[in-house]
């Protein structure tokens, strides 16, 4: 069964209007190519649903202004969500407000998802925790390549502490917990009772963990983050052990070991390309948000431990920041200067090369205008590529404006084009922050003619749906209309099984695609949310986020058409001219930061919870006014 939606295609129109919900949970829906999907208007995209929009805490309010009322926990419906691929199986890993059995707001979910010729299938979806955590999330999953996959959260109010903690478990290709058992309401109420703490200080709250698995040495180069004034990021080896009983455990290798100070340092992780055992760790530096220091890159050789921890190669700012002293303090309401003339570096993301060292750094740069005032000021997108050694570092080139979207930007590679003509790219995803614009995909190459990186096929949309960037994400969540905000991934090269299979009828002139698990909120207008059984039994609107796998065409025949572009750019909105990043300091030597870089121009801007976005939405819904979404166009 297909979901029925539609997009328009018209000039400025960059808003989807979705049709009502009635097929029921795990069907496959949206706009696939020829019979891979009805989503009229889009080509070479097709979406599947994975989970409901749905929140146990109820009910949703709006503002006569169109706006939701920020509520702390009411619930985002779904968010965070990541992905693993092992051959035909993808496993997903979110937090979900649809829960059942459970005192706190959300819980770890996890759905299975095997690709067959006829497309992909959900097989096994699983609660998997059951806590009465209000600070849950940020999971990461990773494969072991057999049939495993290891799980890690983070989560509070777990196994007696309140603070947030990092614990992990491991699940089979069914979503069955092989560490604490699956859910039973006599025998097993609690799971993540019996999940395995795997970070450092219970004292701290740390957790937003990341992992990878590393073949050739059967472990996970793992990290996480400590929050509070004296935060940092982490990095450990983690490893997956059989117990006396039968069930599997992961459990620490390593002692987690401190790298990059950090506020907000969620890390960043990739596998030296060239260099078995050798990973890059990368997390914003400086206990301020944004960073006063700028994105910090750490090599760590996982073959050498010594005293129980990885040998770090070396450590060092590749990103500059430049504060600006006018936005130290202020908050919203109270007089003082809004500042905006700063170079703030935010989350990175690492996308290896395909040559040795060869490694990419993506991250947005903020103005930093409104620091401390719930105003994230104007951004541009900046992409760097390194030469990675074990004593140090070339930067290669630089570029800013790369991508359609500048906010909350991640990135992946990924073959790309024609059959026989693909180009290896580095992909970046991103959505706006509005909650009603569909997110873009920008294909980007290093040319060494010209030093620059260009477009290695044209952009195109993320999905065939509205996109969630973190409008939902910051109005209901602990922290409403002050904190809060999706976090994106993507995962490319997934081969396509009905490629040139006969009698398949899925995309079969696709070869693979780059997927992406999204949220989206599909019936916005007040009062259009149908009734849908929730985890719980109960019928509530689906009036918060769904869940759902975008599968965009990457590789193809020449005869099949590129997948659909992304809705056409208003003017305006952070089309400024950047400022341009620090220099480095001397690569070899940890902590030898480079001078900071000058400020440029920004115009635009956007902010959680203004009136601006609120009198934008007000017209949407009540005049029928279509919202402009704002991207920055690069040629």
């Not at 290709?173 to 999940?195: C, I, S």
């Not at 504060?323 to 290896?352: A, C, R």
């Not at 991508?403 to 693909?422: C, D, F, P, R, Y």
Request: glycine letters at 14%; aromatic letters at 6%.
């Amino acid at each position: 069964m297909k979901k029925n939606s539609w997009i328009k295609k018209n000039v400025g129109m960059g808003f989807a209007l979705l049709g009502a919900l009635s097929s029921p949970a795990f069907a496959q829906s949206g706009g696939g190519t020829g019979t891979g999907g009805g989503g009229a208007g889009m080509h070479g995209i097709y979406e599947l649903k994975l989970d409901y929009g749905l929140s146990k805490r109820q009910t949703l309010q709006i503002r006569p202004s169109g706006m939701v009322q920020a509520t702390q926990n009411l619930g985002t419906g779904n968010e965070h969500a990541v992905i693993a691929v092992q051959g035909d199986t993808i496993a997903v890993v979110h937090a979900s407000n649809n829960v059942a059995h459970l005192r706190g707001p959300s819980a770890i979910k996890a759905e299975i998802v095997k690709m067959t010729p006829t497309g992909p299938m959900v097989v096994a979806q699983r609660q998997l925790t059951y806590s009465n955590s209000d600070r849950l999330g940020h999971p990461a999953v990773a494969s072991d390549g057999a049939g495993h996959f290891l799980v890690i959260y983070g989560a509070n109010n777990v196994q007696g502490n309140g603070n947030t903690q990092t614990y992990g478990l491991v699940l089979d290709a069914q979503a069955n917990d092989l560490t604490a058992g699956n859910y039973d309401a006599t025998t097993n109420p609690n799971p993540e009772e019996k999940h395995i703490r795997l970070n450092a200080d219970p004292n701290n709250n740390e957790a937003a963990p990341r992992t990878l698995f590393d073949t050739a040495t059967n472990r996970f180069v793992t990290g996480y983050y400590q929050n509070g004034n004296n935060g940092a990021e982490y990095a450990m080896l983690v490893g997956i052990k059989t117990r006396t009983n039968g069930s599997l455990a992961p459990y620490d290798i390593t002692n987690p070991q401190r790298l990059t100070p950090s506020n907000i340092g969620r890390p960043s992780i990739a596998a030296v390309p060239g260099m078995p055992g050798v990973y890059a760790f990368a997390a914003p530096k400086g206990q301020q948000r944004p960073s006063e220091q700028g994105d910090e890159v750490a090599v760590l050789d996982t073959n050498t431990i010594t005293n129980n921890q990885i040998k770090v190669l070396w450590r060092k700012v590749v990103v500059a920041a430049k504060p600006d002293q006018n936005n130290i303090g202020g908050v919203d309401g109270l007089p003082g200067p809004l500042g905006g003339n700063g170079i703030y570096p935010s989350s990175p993301t690492l996308v290896p090369g395909t040559a040795p060292g060869e490694m990419h750094l993506i991250t947005f740069i903020s103005n930093g205008a409104g620091r401390n005032r719930n105003k994230k000021g104007s951004s541009t997108s900046y992409i760097t590529k390194l030469n990675i050694s074990t004593t140090g570092y070339t930067k290669v080139a630089e570029q800013t404006g790369v991508g359609l979207e500048s906010s909350h930007l991640v990135a992946v590679n990924s073959k790309v084009g024609i059959v026989g003509q693909e180009t290896d790219s580095v992909v970046l995803y991103a959505s706006g922050i509005t909650g009603m614009g569909t997110g873009s995909l920008a294909y980007i190459k290093h040319d060494p003619k010209t030093n620059t990186f260009l477009k290695s096929a044209e952009p195109t949309a993320a999905s065939a749906l509205v996109t969630e960037g973190g409008y939902l994400n910051n109005m209901l969540g602990r922290n409403p209309a002050t904190q809060g905000r999706e976090h994106l991934n993507a995962y490319g090269d997934v081969p396509n099984l009905a490629y040139h299979v006969a009698n398949a009828t899925f995309m079969p002139k696709v070869k693979s695609f780059i997927i992406i698990p999204h949220t989206s909120r599909e019936h916005i207008l007040p009062g259009s949310a149908p009734k849908v059984m929730a985890a719980d039994g109960r019928m509530l609107p689906e009036d918060r986020n769904s869940l759902f796998l975008s599968f965009v065409s990457a590789v193809r025949d020449a005869d099949e058409a590129p997948p659909s572009p992304p809705p056409a750019a208003a003017p305006g909105a952070n089309n400024g001219t950047p400022g341009t990043p620090g220099t480095d300091g001397t690569s070899g030597s940890a902590g030898s930061d480079g001078t900071p870089g000058t400020p440029g121009g920004f115009s635009g801007g956007c902010s959680y919870g203004g009136s601006a976005q609120g009198g934008a939405l007000a017209l949407m819904l009540v005049g029928g006014v279509l919202l402009f979404i704002s991207r920055r166009r690069w040629t």
